[in-house]
Antibody, heavy 115, light 108 residues
Framework: QVRLVQSGAEVKKPGASVKVSCKASGYTFTTYYIHWVRQAPGQGLEWMGTIHPSGDSTTYAQNFQGRVTLTRDTSTSTAYMELSSLRSGDTAIYYC????????WGQGTLVTVSS | SSELTQDPAVSVALGQTVRITCQGDNLVTSYVSWYHQKPGQAPILVIYGKNIRPSGIPDRFSGSSSGNTASLTITGAQAEDEADYYCNSRDRSGNLLLFGGGTKLTVL
């Protein structure tokens, strides 16, 4: 079955960077886009961007342009989301999800930004 | 880009029918996906494309669209349907995903 397993919770200081991983299994990794979505405490879902694992093409939401970098490692079927220049407003749960329908989601990774 | 607008909260009596709507200019040409999310859990896809339910989603969930408004209908709402519901779709360029602000459904 399709599984997306994300890395564990992180605590970062303002100005630092965080890199979250999303390991895929149960399907051919290079076939489907991986999207990243975040959810601040008590708030709604916010799309951050997407990467196609086969050719490494990426598209980012305007709100995150210049601060987020999506990458992948096809040898381990793992996608990565790196967010830089962290601020308190970046405290959120970060999810990866498969393909444009977002039919399969990772369990989420809590990133806390605090001094 | 454009926005997707959802009512913040909707309630329904147990066993009755409820419609949750999502409005946006891009919806005239783009399909909408719907998700429900319970506290502490990741969202779950319930409808995508032209009213397609993923495996395991009960048939009381259905989707429709007219003009710039998409709807998720739950026919015979159950207590376990109480959750936050989100819509999303691609923007006009087809390159970006947009989310609605979410609707909190209460089953009375």
């Amino acid at each position: 079955q399709v599984r997306l397993v994300q890395s564990g919770a992180e605590v970062k200081k303002p100005g630092a960077s965080v890199k979250v991983s999303c390991k895929a299994s149960g399907y051919t990794f290079t076939t489907y886009y991986i999207h990243w979505v975040r959810q601040a405490p008590g708030q709604g879902l916010e799309w951050m961007g997407t990467i196609h694992p086969s050719g490494d093409s990426t598209t980012y939401a305007q709100n995150f342009q210049g601060r987020v970098t999506l990458t992948r490692d096809t040898s381990t079927s793992t996608a990565y989301m790196e967010l830089s220049s962290l601020r308190s407003g970046d405290t959120a749960i970060y999810y990866c999800a498969r393909d444009w329908e977002l039919g399969h989601w990772g369990q989420g990774t809590l990133v806390t930004v605090s001094s | 880009s454009s926005e997707l607008t959802q009512d913040p909260a909707v309630s329904v009596a147990l066993g009755q029918t409820v419609r949750i709507t999502c409005q946006g200019d891009n919806l005239v040409t783009s399909y909408v996906s719907w998700y429900h999310q319970k506290p502490g859990q990741a969202p779950i896809l319930v409808i995508y494309g032209k009213n397609i339910r993923p495996s395991g989603i009960p048939d009381r969930f259905s989707g429709s669209s007219s003009g710039n408004t998409a709807s998720l209908t739950i026919t015979g709402a159950q207590a376990e349907d109480e959750a936050d519901y989100y819509c999303n779709s691609r923007d006009r360029s087809g390159n970006l995903l947009l989310f609605g602000g979410g609707t909190k459904l209460t089953v009375l």
